[in-house]
Structures are given as structure tokens and as C-alpha cells.
């Protein structure tokens, strides 16, 4: 009597195989899309408080009117130790470039900052002020 596998059982356990693969693989790259997001949403954060930071310590914000919009470019914020290079944009994979990508705050009378603002290639329609050094 020979020793081994048939053809018909190996099938079975290929197709069982594929069976739990195609069960399992959508949650798995669900769960990887959702830490990316999660990542991103962290990493934002990080930049916000750093602009945030930035605003309280290097500007004076009495001579601005309340829900002005300021603009503070990543290369500033590096130069100031508030954030260390290279910034990653997480969903692109992608390096921010410091010099033309800002992060935008608005500066509220009541609560002084708040951090609605937007990240990336901003335009002088997003910023009334832009701090680039």
C-alpha cells in the first residue's frame, strides 16, 4: 500500500485554504485601513499643536482680529524644534515639502486658538496671515 495524499484531498485542503482566505482578508485590509487613518489623524494632531505652540510663543496675537487665519509654514516649525524632519503625510506616503506646505489656525478672542485649520499646500485665499520665517 502506498503512502501519501490524493489528488481529491489535496484539492479539498486547497480550496478549504481559499475559502478562509477570502473570509479573512477583507477584515484584515479593513483593519490596515483603519490604523492609516488612525495614524494620520495623530499626525495632524501633532502638526496642529505645533502650530498651535508656535503662535503662543512667537507671535503677538492682541494686534490681530478675532478669526484670523494664519499660516505657518512646516519649514518654520521645524526651524523652531517644534517638529522634527522629515513630516510624512500618511495617507500619500509621501514627504511633506516644508517650504510650500503650511499648516493653517485661526485665532479666536475667546479661545485664543483653535485647531480647525487645514495641512498642506495652502493658498493666499486660506491665510490672512502667512509666517514663513
Excluded: W
Amino acid at each position: 500500500m502506498k503512502k501519501g495524499f490524493t489528488l481529491i484531498e489535496l484539492l479539498a485542503v486547497i480550496v478549504v485554504i481559499a475559502l478562509i482566505s477570502l473570509i479573512a482578508f477583507p477584515s484584515i485590509i479593513n483593519q490596515f485601513s483603519k490604523s492609516r487613518g488612525d495614524m494620520s489623524g495623530a499626525s495632524n494632531e501633532t502638526i496642529m499643536t505645533a502650530a498651535e505652540l508656535y503662535l503662543d510663543n512667537n507671535v503677538n496675537l492682541q494686534k490681530y482680529k478675532v478669526d484670523t487665519n494664519f499660516c505657518i509654514t512646516l519649514e518654520v516649525l521645524v526651524k523652531n524644534g517644534l517638529l522634527k524632519e522629515p513630516i510624512k503625510n500618511i495617507e500619500t506616503g509621501k514627504n511633506y515639502d516644508l517650504a510650500t506646505n503650511a499648516v493653517q489656525v485661526t485665532y479666536h478672542a475667546d479661545t485664543r486658538i483653535i485647531k480647525d485649520g487645514k495641512i498642506g499646500g495652502l493658498t493666499s485665499l486660506d491665510c490672512a496671515e502667512r509666517i514663513t520665517s
